[in-house]
């Protein structure tokens, strides 16, 4: 009841926030694209705007890029879909979630719930009560008998 209840709540306020939001999509800044794709220069793997090398030529002919695109006013998605088709895919800091990249946004999700499965059914075996032990003869009172030759043994020996 409570998960339902919860549930219905999350989806709720996903739909207020999404129509709260508006329409009109922000305008792209070179801030904004710059931190969601990669520097191409040899050796970098940083975004655009973390690029460590000082003198970075391909930092300054894509930001150079990015500022034409943006004053010729396209959108964000125009750009990066621009500067995916100009450098190629890898240029994208996450890669879109379509075709074979989209493994890589479900294979976490479907990993962490296989996993959750796996620990809730080793947690139920080990929980489970262990079939009454039997009795055994080690559990039994000894043989007199027995018991009589052991004492006359230890009295012979001086053990006891």
């Not at 000082?54 to 894509?62: F, P, Q």
């Not at 998605?77 to 493994?103: C, H």
């Not at 075996?125 to 007199?144: F, G, H, I, Q």
């Amino acid at each position: 009841m409570r998960s339902k209840l919860a549930t219905g709540l999350l989806i709720g306020a996903l739909f207020a926030a999404s129509a709260a939001r508006g329409d009109s999509p922000p305008k792209p800044t070179l801030d904004s694209i710059g931190n969601q794709v990669m520097c191409v220069c040899g050796g970098c793997a940083a975004p655009l705007n973390q690029c460590p090398h000082i003198d970075c030529g391909t930092k300054a002919e894509m930001k150079a890029y990015i500022q034409k695109e943006i004053a010729d006013g396209k959108d964000e998605t125009a750009i990066l879909q621009d500067l995916s088709l100009r450098y190629g895919v890898q240029v994208l800091t996450a890669p879109p979630a379509k075709g074979f990249n989209l493994a890589v946004w479900i294979l976490p999700g479907v990993g962490l719930l296989a996993g959750l499965a796996t620990v809730a059914v080793i947690v139920r075996r080990w929980r489970r009560k262990s079939p009454a032990v039997p009795k055994t003869e080690a559990l039994l009172p000894p043989d007199p008998k027995v018991l009589a030759a052991v004492e006359e043994e230890m009295k012979s020996t001086g053990l006891g």
